[in-house]
């Protein structure tokens, strides 16, 4: 085991505070990581203060991983040290079932998520990247394309291929319209990915003050949802939905804006659960509300890829690791355009 400084929480209502943990020794089928950068995302702020309910203390957040290989198992050919490498919400999966031998280990029942898991290997709790450093098996070690920031790609491990997965999994392309509720650090992506793939994007937003910036990240229109004449203008027209809302509300008023065949997805995971929609609703239109999580390791690859060769990164602001206690309460506020990304190097 190794020694490594990180930040974590001993409870749900204690802060963010340095402390030490370990890393395994490195194995055969590992790669070792020197952190360089880590996105915040919503599900850290849920995780640590347990609003899911299946927290285990303490723990150390972080799953969009950014950094530089510093050593290789003797098994291991597709990375080496020096190379710039993610790490996403996966550290583990069987390998053997259904999903994993089809490429969507996100399905798999017996995954091991980057934190607030048990390592396979140890038997440990798994810790994630508010650390200087993680030992992950190379199966889930992706590839950092050279065009792509190294900072700004973080967030892309979590939020990019939460985004990204939905769209290819519909077929998103030319002539399709695809809406976007929520404009915040999944919603960035989602505008982002979907403009890029040639769909007619409408933003769906509380907040008139965000219009200009969605339009500047590639919405083609803007709706704001509290107006129901702009809504009631887009009524049966969209092909794919894609909700991104971190907060429970009325589902109803979006799935009657679904043409026939239409899906709503659900990618944001509130605390509370959402109300609706009406049942005729669903059946007058074939419409569908579905719900989709990240990418398996080859299609996490496949957007990292897609977002490099189409100049796609997230919008961030850098944070040292001692503001990560102010960052969630700024998070709770929305005032992030549009992800907070850890910089390591403030980590002693």
Same mark, same amino acid.
């Given at each position: 085991?190794?020694?490594?400084?990180?930040?974590?929480?001993?409870?749900?209502d204690?802060?963010?505070?340095?402390?030490?943990?370990?890393?395994?020794?490195?194995?055969? *089928?590992?790669?070792a990581?020197?952190?360089?950068?880590?996105?915040? #995302?919503?599900s850290?702020?849920?995780?640590?203060?347990?609003?899911?309910?299946?927290?285990?203390?303490p723990i150390?957040?972080g799953?969009?991983?950014?950094? =530089?290989?510093?050593?290789?198992?003797?098994k291991?050919?597709?990375?080496?040290?020096?190379d710039?490498?993610?790490?996403?919400?996966?550290?583990?999966? #069987?390998?053997?079932?259904?999903? #994993? *031998?089809?490429?969507?280990?996100?399905?798999?029942?017996?995954? &091991?998520?980057?934190?607030?898991?048990?390592?396979?290997?140890t038997?440990?709790? &798994?810790?994630?990247?508010?650390?200087?450093a993680?030992?992950?098996?190379?199966?889930?070690?992706?590839?950092?394309?050279?065009g792509?920031?190294?900072?700004?790609?973080?967030?892309?491990l979590?939020a990019?291929?939460?985004?990204?997965?939905?769209? =290819?999994?519909?077929?998103?392309?030319?002539?399709?319209?695809?809406?976007?509720?929520?404009?915040?650090?999944l919603?960035?992506?989602?505008?982002?990915?979907?403009?890029?793939?040639?769909?007619?994007?409408?933003?769906?937003?509380?907040?008139?003050?965000k219009?200009?910036?969605a339009?500047?990240?590639?919405?083609?229109e803007?709706?704001?949802?509290?107006?129901?004449?702009?809504?009631?203008?887009?009524?049966?027209?969209?092909?794919?939905?894609?909700?991104?809302?971190?907060?429970?509300?009325?589902?109803?008023?979006?799935?009657?804006?679904?043409? =026939?065949?239409?899906?709503? &997805?659900?990618?944001?995971?509130?605390?509370?659960p959402?109300?609706?929609?009406?049942?005729?609703?669903?059946?007058?239109?074939?419409?569908?509300?579905?719900?989709?999580?990240?990418?398996?390791?080859?299609?996490?690859?496949?957007?990292?890829?897609?977002?490099?060769?189409?100049?796609?990164?997230s919008?961030?602001?850098?944070?040292?690791?001692?503001?990560?206690?102010?960052?969630?309460?700024?998070?709770?506020?929305?005032?992030?355009?549009?992800?907070?990304?850890?910089?390591?190097?403030?980590?002693?």
């Amino acid at each position: 085991m190794v020694a490594v400084s990180a930040y974590g929480a001993a409870s749900a209502d204690a802060p963010l505070a340095p402390l030490t943990i370990e890393r395994r020794a490195l194995g055969d *089928t590992d790669v070792a990581i020197d952190i360089l950068y880590c996105g915040v #995302c919503h599900s850290d702020l849920h995780s640590a203060r347990n609003e899911w309910g299946f927290a285990s203390y303490p723990i150390v957040p972080g799953h969009e991983i950014v950094g =530089r290989v510093s050593a290789v198992g003797a098994k291991v050919t597709a990375h080496k040290p020096g190379d710039m490498v993610g790490v996403g919400c996966l550290v583990d999966s #069987c390998r053997t079932c259904e999903p #994993c *031998t089809e490429h969507e280990e996100q399905f798999c029942t017996e995954q &091991t998520q980057t934190y607030n898991g048990v390592e396979k290997q140890t038997g440990r709790p &798994t810790n994630g990247g508010y650390s200087k450093a993680i030992v992950v098996d190379a199966h889930f070690v992706l590839r950092i394309p050279a065009g792509l920031d190294p900072a700004r790609a973080a967030p892309l491990l979590c939020a990019g291929i939460t985004t990204y997965s939905p769209l =290819r999994h519909w077929k998103v392309g030319p002539g399709q319209k695809v809406g976007v509720v929520g404009l915040g650090g999944l919603g960035h992506m989602a505008v982002k990915l979907a403009h890029a793939m040639g769909a007619h994007v409408v933003v769906f937003t509380t907040s008139p003050g965000k219009i200009a910036d969605a339009k500047t990240l590639g919405a083609d229109e803007v709706v704001v949802s509290t107006e129901r004449a702009q809504m009631k203008a887009h009524a049966n027209s969209f092909h794919l939905i894609i909700n991104t809302a971190a907060a429970s509300h009325d589902l109803e008023a979006y799935t009657r804006l679904l043409r =026939r065949n239409g899906t709503m &997805t659900l990618v944001g995971a509130p605390e509370h659960p959402h109300t609706g929609p009406n049942t005729f609703t669903l059946i007058m239109g074939r419409r569908s509300i579905a719900g989709s999580p990240i990418g398996g390791i080859a299609e996490t690859q496949e957007m990292l890829d897609f977002c490099a060769a189409h100049g796609v990164a997230s919008d961030i602001e850098v944070i040292a690791m001692a503001d990560i206690n102010a960052a969630y309460e700024r998070m709770l506020k929305n005032d992030v355009r549009y992800r907070f990304v850890i910089d390591m190097s403030t980590l002693s």
